[in-house]
C-alpha cells in the first residue's frame, strides 16, 4: 500500500512538473508575413512560378511580399500580394481580414472570403 501511494505522487508529481514545459512547448500565433515559413527570398515580380496552392509566397529583392497566382488559368506567376495575416486554419472564422491571405499550417494558400452568413478562410487557388 505504501509504495502505491508513493508511486502515485510521484507520477503526479512528474505530471504537474511538466504541465508547464508542455504549455511552453505549445506554437506561438503567427499572424504576419514575418513568422511564416516557406516564403521563397529573391523571386521576381511578374516572374514564372510553378504552385499555386501550397507555399505560394515569396519576397522580391527590395522586400515587397508576391504569390503565385494564375489568373484565368493563364500560366502563374508572381503578383503582389493582399495583406497577408499569418498561418491561419482553413475553414475558420475570418471577418476582420476580408480579401487578405494566409497560409494554413500546412502550407495551403488561403483567402479570407465571403461564405454563406460569415467569412472564412477557404484555399485561395479555387
Known sequence: MRNNLLLAIGVGALTFASAPA???DAPAACEDAYCTPGIS???VLGAPCADTSHFVFGTTSWGRLVFCGSPRRYDPR???SPPMRGIKVEGSPCPQFVNDVAQSPDGVFLSCVAVDDGTRWVPGDQ
Do not use: L, N
Open 41 to 43: 527570398a529573391g523571386v
Open 78 to 80: 508572381y503578383f503582389r
Open 22 to 24: 508542455a504549455a511552453a
